[in-house]
């Protein structure tokens, strides 16, 4: 399995994708492929999660679409 991404990267990613802006592989440079995880019926929040895949190195991360 390959390594995943820092907290420090996982946070530049996601205000990446708040912003606007292409989303690249902090690691390898890569283009993300973005893909928006629906949330459950069942839990009584709602999130607004990403999940971003580099398929040139094969890492992926969740990030939350809020501010923080």
């Known amino acids: 399995m390959n390594a995943g ?3 420090a990267q996982r ?3 996601a205000e990446a994708a708040r912003k606007g802006e292409p989303l690249r592989c902090p690691v390898c440079g890569g283009d993300l492929i ?3 995880v629906q949330p459950r019926r ?8 990403l999940l971003l895949f ?7 991360a969740a990030v939350d679409m809020t501010h923080g």
Do not use: G
């Open 5 to 7: 991404y820092s907290p």
């Open 11 to 13: 946070r530049a990613m």
């Open 34 to 36: 973005r893909e928006e």
């Open 42 to 49: 069942d839990v009584p929040y709602v999130r607004r999660r």
């Open 54 to 60: 580099c398929p040139a190195c094969r890492r992926a």
